[in-house]
């Protein structure tokens, strides 16, 4: 059968179906409340932790990394890659959710992008991209000079799967991400990102060759019926690929809580990615 990049509504849904299809503020009726406690819980956390912050890797404004490092330097890092459908939030707000590593004895890492519509999202896939390099070339001297496991949700997902290829990153766990944008440039979030049908092409990670290193790929299943499908097909890809990692269903959260997965140790998310490097 022909690769299919939409679901099967998607034809006759009205454009008010479709947005609804990604509307993850509107699906979770207390995500406004969760957000405001997320923010509040990440600045309290961000100053307890103020020894390696708003460090540049560019000339853009938000072109920055937060970096917690653990005690031992040769120890793995999580780098966690935020969302907002690459038009919203900042990494300052998510660094509450990086204490399941730095608990582990890991180190945590948050790279800033510039957002659309300043950015294209080819701009912030390079981006994301020069981040990892700066670590690369520079971690060593935060402390932070073990095994990368990119992260990250939502648009953050998507970015982890574009930037697999990196050298520096060793695995990867992929939350709740879009991994086939041609949906996404029917939407309304299209006003900000304006999509061309080659960035389609080119930055949806079900279209291009899988890298073959390890990711887990994970969801809420109380998430969006969208969002659950992406996270299936792109894992159902590459295990035809042959590319190792499971697909990891977070029983019963939704599109904000599955972040709370990474808080301890033994939470789920965690687990998965201290599985990775075995």
Request: hydrophobic content about 45%; some cysteine; charged content about 15%.
């Amino acid at each position: 059968m022909a690769y299919q990049p939409y679901p099967s509504f998607w034809q006759g849904a009205t454009p008010a179906a479709r947005d609804l299809a990604y509307d993850n503020t509107r699906a979770v009726t207390d995500s406004a409340q969760l957000i405001a406690a997320r923010n509040e819980e990440a600045a309290t956390f961000r100053a307890a932790h103020a020894g390696h912050l708003d460090l540049a890797y560019g000339p853009g404004q938000r072109q920055q990394w937060d970096l917690f490092p653990g005690a031992n330097p040769n120890a793995p890092c999580l780098v966690f890659i935020h969302g907002g459908y690459w038009q919203r939030n900042r990494r300052e707000d998510f660094c509450a959710f990086m204490a399941g590593a730095l608990a582990m004895g890991w180190s945590a890492a948050l790279p800033g992008y510039t957002l659309a519509p300043t950015a294209t999202l080819t701009d912030i896939v390079d981006e994301i991209s020069a981040s990892l390099d700066w670590l690369a070339a520079n971690g060593s001297a935060h402390g932070i000079a073990g095994p990368v496991v990119l992260s990250g949700w939502s648009a953050g997902g998507h970015l982890t799967g574009m930037a697999m290829k990196h050298p520096r990153v060793a695995a990867g766990l992929a939350i709740s991400g879009v991994y086939e944008l041609a949906p996404i440039r029917d939407t309304s979030l299209n006003d900000a990102v304006q999509l061309s049908l080659a960035e389609v092409a080119a930055l949806s990670p079900l279209r291009l060759p899988m890298v073959d290193k390890p990711v887990a790929v994970a969801f809420g299943t109380g998430e969006l019926p969208e969002l659950r499908r992406q996270s299936r097909e792109w894992h159902t890809a590459r295990s035809e690929a042959h590319c190792p990692g499971p697909l990891v269903p977070v029983k019963g959260v939704d599109h904000f809580r599955i972040l709370e997965a990474l808080k301890t140790p033994d939470a789920v998310l965690m687990r998965a990615a201290a599985d990775l490097l075995k």
